[in-house]
């Protein structure tokens, strides 16, 4: 089937403005990451959903970062405001459980570039 | 604080070459070690790793856990241009969501 995908793969914003990133989850995964990877580094966690629990959000940078998760499947991560140091490849993860048990299957990214 | 910390983080080898890349961690109720491959944009799985002592293996690549010392290895034999890429190893606790990254280590496999 299909493998994780994200949306845009690139996206270009001015200082100030709100951007949408969109993480479409393989079909039955109910565990669902977001990584942020600034040039050069390795990933770093965000947020995670798990089911219908709580999502854990301890890795959002600040309170300009929000997701949600609709239906159990597709994720929104918004970042308002945005500045120029959050410009990154931002990677989406689902698995079917939690990710130190099972298997992360990761989508391709998107690229944001604050100007 | 949970911590994976990489080594060496940039490494640079002929092909035929044997690299050994290192992966120490500090994970609470750590429940497995996780290597990805990352070549352009998405990591790919390459091995969980959850029992001390037991060799994985895939092809050229294998690695191992040692829970005692806290790290693990990544060894690729044999190694090809394909193989360049950022090699990331990732802490995984057993009550937590949250994979802990390391920063990466970026393979160049020259002709």
């Known amino acids: 089937g299909a493998g994780v995908s994200q949306s845009p793969s690139n996206k270009v914003t001015e200082k100030g403005k709100d951007v949408e990133l969109r993480c479409d989850p393989i079909?039955?995964?109910?565990?669902l990451y977001w990584y942020r990877q600034s040039l050069g580094q390795g990933l770093e966690f965000l947020i995670y959903?798990?089911?219908?629990?709580?999502?854990?959000k301890s890795g959002l940078p600040s309170d300009r970062f929000s997701a949600e998760r609709t239906g159990g499947s597709v994720s929104t991560l918004t970042i308002q405001r945005t500045q120029q140091e959050d410009s990154a490849v931002y990677l989406c993860?689902?698995?079917?459980?939690?990710?130190?048990?099972?298997?992360?299957?990761f989508g391709p990214g998107t690229r944001l570039t604050v100007t | 604080e949970d911590k994976v910390v990489q080594s060496p983080l940039s490494l640079v080898v002929h092909e035929g070459d044997t690299v050994t890349l290192n992966c120490s961690y500090e994970?609470?109720?750590?429940?497995?070690l996780l290597w990805y491959k990352q070549e352009k944009k998405a990591p790919t799985f390459l091995f969980m790793l959850?029992?001390?002592?037991i060799e994985k293996k895939s092809g050229r690549l294998s690695s191992i856990l040692d829970k005692k010392e806290l790290f693990s290895i990544l060894n690729i034999t044999a190694t090809q241009t394909g193989d360049s890429a950022i090699y990331l190893c990732?802490?995984?606790?057993?009550?937590?969501?949250?994979?802990?990254f390391g920063q990466g280590t970026t393979l160049q496999v020259k002709p």
């Open positions: 993860a689902s698995s079917l459980g939690l990710a130190g048990l099972y298997e992360q299957y």
């Open positions: 079909s039955g995964h109910t565990a």
């Open positions: 959903f798990q089911g219908n629990s709580a999502p854990d």
């Open positions: 994970v609470t109720n750590f429940r497995s």
């Open positions: 959850t029992s001390s002592g």
């Open positions: 990732a802490g995984g606790s057993s009550n937590t969501g949250k994979l802990i």
